[in-house]
């Protein structure tokens, strides 16, 4: 084994053999993978082997149809089968409900390549014939899922990675990682140590515990998963025979089920509600190709709705029931990416879909590592998306809820219950009492919508129970004032003698005078957004930086990752050590002057102005801003002032009418205003001029900004893409994000987010599309629930297309 790598992999499952040859084919070669075992000896060996293309994020779609498309040309170079069997499949719905949602999945695939198409029940089971067409209500058919060789496949990544000159150690088991002085790492193993520049962790069950070796609690946790194996059926016999194919692969949404032809009789497997975790809290070194103990009973409920979706399955004998655990994040997709405090760590684990995800798994950290960005938009995946509040506790939680709701219905508007209260602000209690509806947001809980008694969310597609609700509180911000709780943003403190020249360079803007805020783009390298903020300016070298809450920890560590080394900076997430309010509307000014001793005239206190003030009796930082697009105020105040400052608010407030709202109210308020938000229209794929953020791009600042290049051959060349509003002319719903855009007959773009704009009575999209046609005003159609609705472009914002009240 040798001594020195420029980067060690651990694991040798499908997922560390992927990124082990996507290291080597980028050119990359002094790479070695460390397995304890043989390879395989994880989760993978006894995986079912099934592959598909759809996912909820599309993202992670085109990564997983790249991995399928992958399979062919690793088999060419390693010389190795991999079992490939593209048969395609059906998308089953039991409810119209269902058939909805997978109306959206055929909209998704429209934009995404992937050749997807609805169909009835009767036309699904002519092309699987096992189905009982009257236990469903449709389905879509997808001709990219198939099956393949799980062991097959992952040889074939490590003989093509062997062939372009990587190493694969077997029998070798990591027992420490140290970091050294120099920052790189010792790998200690029972056969010696290497010393490397990049550690991945791709150890799949045991990535806990490789997580442990550096001092690191991953949110990963395993669970039990069985599927069973038919005895020979003639009906598939016969399918074979009359047709020359195989019985194409189903997924039973309802029914909690997915099927496959194995040689002659049927694998089923199920995500049962009665699940059951496997070694909750450290996994046993010394287990390898062992399954676990069968327990027909707990998936008997599956496999009785099985029998009756699937007759054939009842007159026929089981051979077999697999039993093997597999790991999950609590969200169900894979923690992929470096770890915020440990430069040259990484990690490739929590990759449940293997054989669908492992490739674009392996292509994008790999390119992260060699170029220093994944060449792709893997939010969904990255493992910043979690923080420290992702405690082994809320893993097991969130890991056992999403697992018995794999396949289940996630509404657009359904909150799930699992790991919470986690975090709440001092006004929890006080929101509650007026009747909040709570979600969640990066562990903190924060108010949806306000409730009268009686009332709460109905789950559906369609505008539901909220709807009149929402729209009163839209009402009470734009014809009084309205205070929302605004703790789920991230904030940020900066001091230092260096902090104005670093911030110079990391913001793409014009760094504001001191008391002024401005609106702060921060570029890649490349030029494309990572990260949208307000910046200000407190004066006597402060600074007060406010973004996503839920990118906290992405964002910290690209700002750490470029902090100067002399310590001239200082910089500090101040998650909940400060919490927020917000308030709006055209008395927003007169409830302000009423607990604040401070010039709040608008020749005092103008717009984008930032200070410190006392609201009551609590010191709070306010800033005049409002994503609301309305005259408006963020005030900030440490959290046990949150209290004080709540009530004298509340109080000053009630002779203008002052009124509560939610982050579903503030969506329907900024769409009025063609506010875009970080993760859906500014995202690590787009370039400023592209969002419609270049305006805050101070081109010819002098200071060598980063991404700048990037940002100037984007303005130069026009980029490929516009941000645009639409309004569509829409039935009883409304667009959520991921719908296709068509222009002329075609698909175009896609939907970026959207909603009902309740002031304006409008149905909003906003959304991509090719530059060509982004001054088009009409022609287009945006495709909601299976329908195509007309939809025109909406350049200026339909509220306050002046900003004359903003700034009034």
């Known amino acids: 084994m040798k001594s020195h790598a420029k980067v060690v992999v651990i694991g040798g499952g499908v997922v560390g053999c992927s990124v082990l040859f996507h290291l080597a084919r980028h050119g990359w070669t002094d790479v070695v993978l460390?397995?304890?075992?043989?390879?395989?000896s994880g989760s993978t060996w006894h995986a079912?082997?099934?592959?598909?293309?759809?996912?909820?994020?599309?993202?992670?779609?085109?990564?997983?149809?790249?991995?399928?498309?992958?399979?062919?040309?690793?088999?060419?170079?390693?010389?190795?089968?991999?079992?490939?069997?593209?048969t395609g499949g059906v998308l089953l719905a039991a409810t119209e409900a269902r058939l909805d949602w997978l109306r959206g999945v055929v909209a998704k695939g429209?934009?995404?390549?992937?050749?997807?198409?609805?169909i009835s029940a009767n036309e699904a089971a002519e092309l699987m014939p096992l189905i009982d067409p009257k236990q469903f209500v449709g389905a879509v058919r997808n001709k990219e899922d198939g099956h393949l060789d799980p062991s097959g496949v992952t040889h074939a990544y490590a003989k093509a990675a062997r062939k372009l000159g990587a190493e694969v150690e077997r029998f070798t088991k990591v027992e420490d990682i140290v970091r050294r002085p120099d920052g790189t790492w010792r790998v200690i193993t029972n056969k010696g140590e290497v010393v490397a520049e990049h550690v991945v962790n791709a150890g799949g069950l045991w990535a806990r515990e490789v997580g442990r070796m550096v001092g690191l609690e991953l949110p990963v946790l395993a669970m039990e998963h069985m599927y069973l194996i038919t005895e020979d059926m003639p009906e598939v016999a016969a399918w074979n025979a009359k047709t020359g194919t195989e019985i194409i692969h189903a997924v039973d949404f309802d029914g909690e089920l997915y099927l496959r032809q194995e040689r002659g009789g049927m694998l089923m497997g199920t995500y049962e509600k009665a699940n059951k975790v496997w070694s909750e809290f450290q996994t046993p070194w010394d287990f390898g190709h062992e399954l676990l103990e069968p327990d027909i009973d707990r998936i008997a409920p599956s496999l009785e709705v099985g029998f009756r979706h699937f007759p054939a399955f009842e007159r026929t004998g089981i051979k077999q029931i697999i039993n093997g655990p597999f790991t999950f994040a609590p969200d169900g997709n894979p923690l992929v990416g470096p770890v915020r405090g440990l430069p040259g760590f990484w990690v490739a684990c929590g990759v449940m879909a293997g054989f669908s995800q492992g490739g674009g798994v392996g292509l994008a950290l790999s390119n992260w590592m060699i170029e220093g960005d994944p060449g792709a938009d893997i939010w969904a995946m990255d493992v910043a998306r979690y923080g420290d509040w992702a405690t082994m506790a809320y893993t097991n939680a969130k890991v056992r809820e999403n697992y018995?709701?794999?396949f289940s219905i996630r509404f657009p508007n359904e909150e799930l219950p699992a790991g919470r209260l986690l975090k709440t602000t001092p006004i929890y209690d006080l929101l509650s009492a007026k009747g909040a509806q709570w979600g969640v947001s990066y562990g903190l809980e924060v108010p949806l919508w306000y409730a009268p008694a009686g009332v709460k969310d109905e789950f559906s597609w369609r505008r539901s129970s909220d709807f009149s609700h929402v729209a009163n509180e839209v009402a009470t911000v734009r014809e009084s004032v309205g205070m929302a709780?605004?703790?789920?943003?991230?904030?940020?403190?900066?001091?230092g003698e260096g902090a104005a020249a670093w911030l110079d360079r990391i913001f793409a803007c014009k760094l504001p005078k001191p008391g002024r805020m401005t609106l702060a783009p921060m570029l890649k390298d490349d030029g494309k957004l990572i990260g949208d903020f307000t910046l200000a300016n407190i004066g006597d070298g402060e600074w007060f930086i406010a973004g996503s809450g839920i990118a906290e920890q992405y964002h910290m560590r690209w700002f750490e990752a470029h902090l100067p080394a002399d310590s001239s900076v200082r910089l500090e997430a101040l998650g909940q050590k400060l919490t927020g309010l917000a308030i709006a509307g055209p008395k927003a000014r007169d409830v302000l002057a009423k607990v604040s001793r401070a010039d709040v005239s608008n020749a005092g206190f103008p717009f984008m102005a930032v200070a410190k003030m006392d609201i009551g009796t609590a010191p709070c930082l306010v800033g005049r801003v409002s994503y609301t697009g309305d005259l408006g105020y963020e005030i900030w105040v440490a959290p046990e002032y949150q209290r004080a400052a709540f009530r004298a608010l509340m109080a000053a407030g009630e002779e203008f009418g002052l009124g509560l709202f939610g982050s579903r109210a503030l969506n329907a308020l900024r769409l009025e205003k063609n506010y875009g938000s970080w993760a859906r229209e500014y995202r690590p794929v787009y370039g400023p001029l592209e969002a419609g953020l270049d305006r805050f791009v101070a081109y010819g600042k002098d200071a060598d900004f980063i991404g700048k290049t990037g940002a100037l051959a984007e303005r130069k060349q026009g980029g490929k893409l516009r941000l645009r509003t639409f309004i569509l002319d829409a039935d009883d719903a409304d667009v959520i994000g991921d719908e296709p855009i068509w222009y002329d007959g075609a698909v175009r773009g896609w939907v970026t987010s959207g909603g009902y704009a309740h002031h304006s009575k409008k149905s909003v999209a906003i959304g991509y599309v090719p530059k060509e046609i982004a001054d088009k005003s009409d022609g287009f159609e945006i495709e909601l629930l299976g329908k195509r609705h007309a939809a025109r472009v909406q350049a200026a914002p339909l509220f306050d297309a002046n900003f004359e009240r903003m700034r009034a």
Do not use: C, W
Request: charged share 30%; proline share 1%.
């Open 48 to 86: 079912a082997g099934g592959m598909h293309t759809i996912n909820g994020d599309p993202n992670v779609a085109k990564l997983q149809k790249y991995t399928i498309s992958l399979y062919k040309e690793i088999e060419e170079l390693s010389g190795q089968a991999t079992g490939v069997h593209l």
């Open 34 to 40: 460390l397995e304890r075992d043989e390879l395989t």
């Open 404 to 406: 018995s709701r794999r």
């Open 485 to 495: 709780e605004i703790s789920n943003f991230a904030k940020y403190k900066m001091t």
């Open 110 to 118: 429209r934009y995404l390549g992937i050749d997807l198409e609805e």
